[in-house]
């Protein structure tokens, strides 16, 4: 039962660290917390090399002491004061030994502060890189940030109903213009049958009167228009043709 509550507890602050954590800050404050190390490896650099400083100084010093005991330890010897140079001959010896113990000391300060300096180089090639990568991650996330508000302003068309609302409007406008064109199609064709009969029955008109004008220049009907009279039809004949010349 402990365990239970304890995992509960454990799933209910990890869910709030969740919603906590915002990617894009926490990689601004990582850079910012590789930038502000820089100036601490520079002050640990500086002691490493203040440290090798010291050292060179105090080479510099016993090599200055030996020559100078070298040269008294000769004039005793000169002068023939054994006793003196006996013990100049021990403080010769003994800074001797300080001086190899300095340059024990001074080759591993300058190879400790060489490294150093090749530690702050990758050190500062890893922040380069890891500031273009966070860089580049939070212009990721900006641009699909912006996607995704996109895609919810064209997904919103489903879920309100506008798509469909749309398509469906879009639907009945394009059918009401089909029933207009429908209409304006068949009141065309009514025109077009009116003109048609028109014109057949002022065919058939025209050739009732073609025709009796045949029959009356065959002489079997009085020319169209003539009044009815006993006598016969004195009236020159029409003809359908070009007038024929009279014979004398």
């Given at each position: 039962?402990?365990?239970?509550?304890?995992?509960?507890?454990?799933?209910?602050?990890?869910?709030?660290?969740?919603?906590?954590?915002?990617?894009k800050?926490?990689?601004?404050?990582?850079?910012?917390?590789m930038?502000?190390?820089?100036?601490?490896?520079?002050?640990?650099?500086?002691?490493?090399?203040?440290?090798?400083?010291?050292?060179?100084?105090?080479?510099?010093?016993?090599?200055?002491?030996?020559?100078?005991?070298?040269?008294?330890?000769?004039?005793?010897?000169?002068?023939?004061?054994?006793?003196?140079?006996?013990?100049?001959?021990?403080?010769?010896?003994?800074?001797?030994?300080?001086?190899?113990?300095?340059?024990?000391?001074l080759?591993?300060?300058?190879?400790?502060y060489?490294?150093?300096?090749?530690?702050?180089?990758?050190?500062?090639?890893?922040?380069?890189?890891?500031t273009?990568?966070?860089?580049?991650?939070?212009?990721?996330s900006?641009?699909?940030?912006?996607?995704?508000?996109?895609?919810?302003?064209?997904?919103?068309?489903?879920?309100?109903?506008?798509?469909?609302?749309?398509?469906?409007?879009?639907?009945?406008?394009?059918?009401?213009?089909?029933?207009?064109?429908?209409?304006?199609?068949?009141?065309?064709?009514t025109?077009?049958?009116?003109?048609?009969?028109?014109?057949?029955?002022?065919?058939?008109?025209?050739?009732?009167?073609?025709?009796?004008q045949?029959?009356?220049?065959?002489?079997?009907?009085?020319?169209?228009?003539?009044?009815?009279?006993?006598?016969?039809?004195?009236?020159?004949?029409?003809?359908?043709?070009?007038?024929?010349?009279?014979?004398?």
């Amino acid at each position: 039962m402990w365990e239970r509550i304890k995992r509960m507890f454990r799933s209910i602050i990890g869910a709030f660290i969740s919603l906590g954590e915002d990617p894009k800050l926490i990689l601004e404050q990582n850079i910012r917390d590789m930038q502000d190390k820089v100036p601490q490896i520079n002050t640990g650099l500086a002691k490493a090399r203040a440290g090798v400083i010291k050292l060179e100084n105090e080479a510099d010093q016993y090599n200055a002491e030996i020559r100078q005991l070298t040269a008294k330890i000769k004039a005793c010897i000169a002068a023939g004061d054994e006793g003196l140079g006996g013990q100049l001959a021990v403080r010769l010896r003994k800074t001797q030994e300080a001086l190899a113990r300095n340059q024990e000391q001074l080759a591993a300060a300058k190879q400790g502060y060489e490294s150093l300096v090749k530690l702050k180089e990758r050190y500062l090639q890893e922040v380069h890189r890891k500031t273009e990568e966070a860089m580049a991650a939070i212009k990721a996330s900006e641009a699909a940030k912006w996607k995704a508000e996109l895609a919810d302003v064209f997904e919103s068309f489903e879920v309100a109903g506008v798509d469909q609302t749309h398509d469906e409007m879009v639907a009945k406008l394009r059918d009401k213009a089909a029933d207009a064109e429908g209409k304006l199609a068949v009141a065309a064709e009514t025109i077009d049958m009116k003109s048609i009969q028109l014109e057949e029955k002022a065919n058939e008109i025209q050739g009732r009167e073609l025709l009796q004008q045949f029959k009356a220049e065959m002489g079997l009907a009085a020319p169209q228009g003539q009044a009815d009279s006993s006598g016969p039809a004195k009236s020159e004949e029409k003809t359908i043709g070009p007038m024929k010349e009279k014979t004398k």
